[in-house]
């Protein structure tokens, strides 16, 4: 709801990392999604353990990237 779609596609640099996603995030959407990335957790892949300075899986096509914010529970 943040960034005002359900899902788009970015391209980002070989090598790029998690924080250069969440930076190109925020730069294409605004403050309101930036805030909402700050307290979210990263799906990558189907993994939450990456650290904002992890480089993203390098493959071919297309890396699945959901956002996660804090939820009641957990």
């Known amino acids: 709801e943040a960034a005002g779609t359900a899902g788009e ?3 980002l640099p070989a090598g790029a990392t998690v924080a250069q996603l969440r930076d190109a995030l ?9 805030r909402v990335l700050g307290i979210s957790a990263l799906l990558v892949d189907g993994r939450t353990d990456l650290a904002d300075d992890a480089p993203l899986p390098q493959r071919a096509g297309e890396v699945a990237v959901d956002v996660l914010p804090p939820f009641a529970g957990g």
């Open 9 to 11: 596609t970015l391209v």
């Open 26 to 34: 925020a730069g294409a959407h605004g403050p309101e999604l930036a």
